[in-house]
């Protein structure tokens, strides 16, 4: 009798030779990119002395802020003819805090662009806001009560007119009362009539080249 064995061998199976293929990342090249600045200010009137900030934002022509580069505030007061830098942020988007406008002046932010270090990185083109004005008007005080009034008008008032109109209603009617001028540091005093009932006083100062109009209106009351 024949007997017929099978052998069970071990079997190994792989590939054998065959290169790995390797799986490249996405190539990202450099895109030229032009900018759109906007300043925008929290007050466009002030009085003397007081302070404001302005928003400042850069959009880039594929929708996206242009958050690199910086951007630098430039101001133009009255009476010049040359924009004279305030500050420069940190970023393109940096807003501009507590500016403070020794007269009325224009404004403008221009954004300085950004060049690419790297193939990740986009270059955007230069921008700058459209200009604003920011209207400063003169300081003037005045007491908190009585019939002589008297207080100080600031800046560069000095030997100048302050119009007195006086009206029985409060917004509207009013006439020429007088004119007081005021001394050489600015500093004025004027004694109101005590006439019968309640009168309204309207105190201005006229506007010039530098500064806006301002003033303010007194109550007496006389039973």
Do not use: C, H
């Not at 988007?93 to 932010?109: G, I, N, Q």
């Amino acid at each position: 009798m024949r007997i017929t064995r099978l052998v069970a061998g071990t079997v190994t199976a792989g590939l054998l030779g065959l290169a790995p293929i390797a799986v490249a990342a996405p190539s990202q090249a450099t895109v030229n990119l032009t900018t759109t600045t906007a300043a925008t200010p929290s007050e466009t009137q002030l009085q003397y002395g007081d302070d404001l900030y302005v928003s400042v934002d850069v959009d880039a022509s594929n929708g996206s802020s242009a958050y690199r580069g910086t951007s630098t505030l430039y101001a133009m007061e009255a009476g010049t003819t040359a924009w004279a830098p305030v500050a420069t942020g940190t970023s393109a988007t940096s807003s501009f805090y507590d500016v403070k406008p020794l007269a009325t002046t224009t404004y403008k932010v221009v954004y300085s662009g950004y060049t690419a270090t790297t193939s990740s990185e986009d270059n955007y083109a230069p921008s700058e806001s459209a200009p604003f004005t920011v209207s400063v008007a003169r300081k003037i005080t005045y007491p908190s009560s009585g019939f002589v009034i008297k207080g100080k008008v600031t800046p560069e008032y000095g030997k100048k007119k302050i119009l007195i109109q006086v009206s029985k209603k409060q917004n509207k009617g009013f006439k020429k009362f007088k004119k007081i001028k005021t001394k050489a540091n600015g500093k004025y005093k004027v004694t109101l009539p005590k006439r019968g009932g309640t009168w309204y006083w309207s105190f201005t100062v006229k506007a010039d080249s530098r500064f806006a109009a301002n003033g303010f209106v007194w109550k007496t009351t006389v039973f």
